[in-house]
């Protein structure tokens, strides 16, 4: 019954240090994606996969990097951390690609970079 | 790229008031969203929207697809204590969401 996992939860980063942001679901979908979620700015979908081997850039990738070799997993690198990426990151996923418009998120990383 | 503008920003009411917000775009959707998001949570969907007038109830929930496909509206009825949060809309083309600001709700017992 977990859904999407998202580790860490929380972190802190020096500039210019890399990490990366573990997601995995135990749903069986198809499509994941990375949002992130700046105070009274929405969500902005940073990286997206139609499935295993496939991604596609969402309207902020600059700054990241993803991968998809499974299914279940979704991970999201930061190469170089920068202010800028101070963040609550998300991750989600849904069955059809979100026809129904049903994405299920995780609970969300919050990163600071400092 | 697509935007929606969400209004309000935020809203302060007392228990047992009604509630209306509602998101724009300039651009279609072929499904509006509303999400809600309570604190160091992620956002969980309410309502789900698919085809242009209609209207969709969920409890003290209703929200309606704009005719021009554009636009969409969310009231909650007689709120309680338990609706505080941050409620997003979000458009669909294809399978991405665009989502708005959120309007952030504050229910005073």
């Known amino acids: 019954n977990a859904g999407v996992t998202q580790t860490p939860k929380f972190r802190i980063l020096k500039i210019g240090q890399s990490m990366t942001l573990q997601c995995t679901q135990d749903m069986n979908h198809n499509y994941m994606y990375w949002y992130r979620q700046d105070p009274g700015m929405g969500l902005k979908l940073i990286y997206y996969?139609?499935?295993?081997?496939?991604?596609d850039k969402g309207e902020v990738p600059n700054g990241y990097n993803v991968s998809r070799s499974t299914t279940e997993d979704f991970p999201l690198r930061l190469e170089l951390a920068a202010p800028s990426q101070t963040s609550v990151y998300f991750c989600?996923?849904?069955?059809?690609?979100?026809?129904?418009?049903?994405?299920?998120f995780g609970e969300g990383s919050r990163l600071t970079v400092l | 790229g697509q935007q929606l503008n969400q209004s309000p920003q935020s809203m302060f009411i007392q228990e047992g008031e009604d509630v209306s917000m509602n998101c724009t775009s300039s651009?279609?959707?072929?499904?509006w969203l509303w999400y809600k998001q309570e604190p160091g949570e992620g956002p969980v969907l309410l309502i789900a929207l698919y085809k242009a007038g209609e209207l969709t109830s969920n409890g003290r929930l209703t929200a309606q697809f704009g005719i021009t496909r554009k636009d969409s509206f969310l009231n909650i009825s007689a709120s309680i204590p338990s609706d505080v949060g941050i409620y997003f809309c979000a458009g669909q083309l294809r399978y991405k969401l665009t989502f708005g600001k959120g309007t952030l709700l504050t229910v005073n017992p």
């Open positions: 989600a996923s849904s069955w059809t690609g979100g026809s129904t418009g049903e994405l299920f």
């Open positions: 996969s139609v499935g295993a081997g496939i991604t």
């Open positions: 651009s279609i959707f072929n499904t």
